[in-house]
DNA sequence: GAGCGATGCGAACAGTGTGCGCTAATTGGC
DNA sequence: GCCAATTAGCGCACACTGTTCGCATCGCTC
């Protein structure tokens, strides 16, 4: 037993220099790499081995390029943040076009990558990515005559209700995608149950009736949009400065 | 070598009865110190052998009662939103009023459970207190004269407005309890980088320096009434089946 | 060439969720 | 009162996790 298959400990068996052919490892590539793992596998799957492999190092030579796994999920999240792109109209009328454009925009954005959605409550978000993004809004919503505190508890109402809204239809998406189920095949298995749901909470019940049929994408999408609607016309009241309505 | 400090594996020297004074086990009971232990360490502090052992229990002991982790966590979270009590105003024209206090009551619920924020995203809820309260909004809502699928979006807008703003709220309050600073502190050592930010952002750069001599809770209550505010104003135009604002 | 800082990485540590199989306690039927 | 069947609790083990440390190696500047 003088040969086995580890590595022999002598000088003359070194592997080689193998050049670094790659330009190593970046931070930029790191937080690259981590989105891409992230958005084919989820946020469970997210780890500095499985990180490091993916890359072709060693899991602790991360660890030369980002503090933590916490720093580097910040970073993965104002990367895709990165995705945004600020609609930067100062058109002062065409302030409502362009904070829904900001909200469509967000929404899409955590649905391509729902995994953000279980990052947004443990963390708080100052990304340079994002504060870009909230600089433009504001500077919109300033053309549009609210002032510059008034013009922030507006963006703050917006940004809220996307992402109170958005986290929960990503939460959705992920456990039905961790299910392996569709749509219908969920709503036909809670069929069953919706007997013993009607009687004790029949308005719930009627809703889930009420909408059993109906393509659940385009029903998110209306659902979101009556919302952003119905905060857009509520700023659009305080902006005129009219009477509230009752 | 014929003893040591190892049990016996002898019939004879057994460890006894010691029987079970207390009720042993129970899923309420388990649920019950899970909350105890999140509010009181946070949400990386649940381990299941840190709940056993503050139970008096082994860790797996609690799979007797508890499929997973997971599982665990989907009823704390349902288990606070049993403090929610329901307004339970059914008077058409107190419909206001009654959403307003059940959107402050989740707030005040989350933020007494900051770590819920943190779960929010990561599943969907469908708990019963929380259907408990749905149904009781719906209620209102309906008796308000929104139709039941109107109601049913209105009543989605508010509970994503809360959970998007006090889930940051949430998130600001746990990183500062973990870095051990006072608010003040806080801004404090942010100054140093607030002329970079000005000039990049100047907006936000104002922002900062305006709301920095004021009670950040107060700050924060005002910030999360405006937005209220103005999403039961856009209710409200919408249910009188009002002109939009521009 | 020599020195040096930056980089990659194997080994190790403490801690995680959870499946398995064994014991001890409880319960139901006679 | 007794035995059988169920159940609750738990020690062990496994596969992983994030992260630290010390060492080996690289490209670079004198």
Redesign the interface.
């Known amino acids: 037993m003088t040969t086995d298959d580890r590595p022999i400990p002598s000088v003359w068996a070194r592997p080689g220099r193998e050049k670094r052919e790659q330009p190593a490892l970046s931070r930029q590539q790191i937080v690259a790499e981590a989105v891409r793992l992230l958005d084919a596998e989820g946020?469970e799957a997210l780890s500095m081995r499985k990180l490091g492999t993916r890359l072709g190092a060693g899991a602790t030579s991360l660890y030369r390029h980002v503090a933590n796994k916490d720093e580097l999920v910040e970073l993965a999240v104002d990367e895709v943040f990165g995705e945004l792109r600020a609609p930067g109209m100062n058109d002062a009328?065409r302030w409502?076009e362009a904070t829904a454009a900001c909200a469509q925009g967000l929404r899409a954005v955590i649905l391509r990558h729902p995994w953000?959605?279980?990052?947004?409550?443990?963390?708080?978000?100052y990304g340079p990515n994002l504060?870009?993004m909230?600089?433009d809004l504001?500077?919109t919503l300033?053309a549009a005559g609210f002032s510059?505190?008034e013009?922030?508890?507006?963006m703050?109402?917006v940004?809220?209700?996307?992402?109170?809204?958005t986290?929960?239809e990503?939460?959705?998406l992920?456990?039905l995608a961790r299910s392996g189920q569709t749509e219908e095949e969920w709503s036909e298995r809670l069929k069953p149950a919706l007997e013993g749901l009607t009687r004790s909470?029949?308005?719930?019940g009627?809703?889930f009736t009420?909408q059993a049929d109906e393509d659940p994408v385009r029903l998110r999408e209306r659902?979101f949009a009556?919302?952003l609607?119905?905060?857009?016309?509520?700023?659009?009241?305080?902006?005129?400065g009219?009477p509230?309505?009752?």
């Open positions: 946020v009328e409502r953000i959605a279980s990052m947004l409550g443990a963390m708080a978000n504060m870009r909230s600089e504001l500077g300033e510059l505190t013009a922030n508890s507006a703050n109402t940004f809220a209700y996307v992402m109170g809204m986290s929960s990503a939460a959705w992920t456990m909470h029949p308005r719930l009627a809703l009420a659902e009556y919302g609607d119905r905060i857009l016309d509520g700023l659009a009241l305080a902006r005129s009219g509230a309505p009752t």
